[in-house]
C-alpha cells in the first residue's frame, strides 16, 4: 500500500495535489497541499512517499500562516528525469487507489 508520511507511522492525505512537466518534458514537479496534518508540524523535517518499489522523499516543504496561525503545508517533489517522473506517477496511481482520490 502507498502511503505518505512527515513522521514514521503516521500516514497522511494531502488536501490537494497539482503535477506539473516542462514543455520539453523532461523535467516535472509535484506540489502537495496538507492543511489537516496528523503530524507534528514542529517537527518535520521532510516527506516520505512509500511504496512496494521504496521510497521518494523531499526536503522542499513550506508553512503557510495566516495571522500568525498554521494554515498549510507545501511541500514540492522536483522530478529531473522520465526516470523519476514515471516512477512518481507509479506511485500516485497507488497511492490514489489507496485514498480513494481522483484527477480533476
Given at each position: 500500500?502507498?502511503?505518505?508520511?512527515?513522521?514514521?507511522?503516521?500516514?497522511?492525505?494531502?488536501?490537494?495535489?497539482?503535477?506539473?512537466?516542462?514543455?520539453?518534458?523532461?523535467?516535472?514537479s509535484a506540489i502537495f497541499r496538507f492543511e489537516d496534518l496528523?503530524?507534528?508540524?514542529?517537527?518535520?523535517?521532510?516527506?516520505?512517499?512509500?511504496?512496494?518499489?521504496?521510497?521518494?522523499?523531499?526536503?522542499?516543504?513550506?508553512?503557510?500562516?495566516?495571522?500568525?496561525?498554521f494554515k498549510a503545508l507545501e511541500v514540492t517533489y522536483d522530478?529531473?528525469?522520465?526516470?523519476?517522473?514515471?516512477?512518481?506517477?507509479?506511485?500516485?496511481?497507488?497511492?490514489?487507489?489507496?485514498?480513494?482520490?481522483?484527477?480533476?
Amino acid at each position: 500500500m502507498a502511503s505518505i508520511e512527515f513522521s514514521p507511522g503516521i500516514q497522511e492525505v494531502p488536501t490537494q495535489v497539482r503535477v506539473l512537466k516542462s514543455k520539453t518534458g523532461n523535467r516535472g514537479s509535484a506540489i502537495f497541499r496538507f492543511e489537516d496534518l496528523k503530524s507534528d508540524t514542529q517537527n518535520i523535517l521532510g516527506m516520505r512517499m512509500i511504496d512496494e518499489e521504496g521510497e521518494l522523499t523531499t526536503r522542499n516543504i513550506r508553512a503557510k500562516f495566516l495571522n500568525g496561525e498554521f494554515k498549510a503545508l507545501e511541500v514540492t517533489y522536483d522530478m529531473e528525469t522520465e526516470a523519476e517522473w514515471d516512477r512518481f506517477l507509479r506511485f500516485m496511481e497507488r497511492f490514489s487507489a489507496a485514498n480513494q482520490m481522483g484527477m480533476a
